[in-house]
């Protein structure tokens, strides 16, 4: 993705671990992030506030919502009809790894 052109300005990656190793590919590139690419994490482990730069990362309970879902299944494995579930919204947290398209 990162060799193609044009060439994105930002990713969005499904975890922490994968947002970091993005990082480093960039990197290797020659890219610079923020100011080629921005790199975002869609979960929020220390690992994002320790690399440089920090990655921005969308803060949210991971085990609290895994709970809700795993209640939602087992109730409809028993018959029962689905309920509403509310959870927290993610937290965007903005580190220096987000710059301007």
């Known amino acids: 993705m990162l060799i193609a052109r044009p060439?994105?300005?930002a990713i969005v990656y499904d975890s922490d671990v994968m947002a970091?190793?993005?990082l480093g590919v960039a990197r290797e590139l020659g890219?610079?992030?923020p100011a080629d690419?921005?790199?975002l994490a869609w979960g929020d482990s220390p690992l994002?506030?320790?690399v440089r730069p920090a990655i921005t990362s969308l803060s949210r309970d991971a085990v609290s919502d895994g709970g809700h879902?795993?209640?939602l299944l087992l109730d409809c494995v028993e018959g029962e009809a689905p309920a509403h579930v509310e959870v927290r919204a993610p937290e965007l947290i903005i580190r220096a790894s987000t710059g301007s398209a």
Request: proline share 6%.
């Open 7 to 9: 060439r994105p300005t």
């Open 20 to 22: 970091l190793a993005g």
């Open 31 to 33: 890219l610079r992030v």
């Open 37 to 39: 690419l921005s790199v």
């Open 48 to 50: 994002c506030a320790l």
């Open 69 to 71: 879902a795993v209640r």
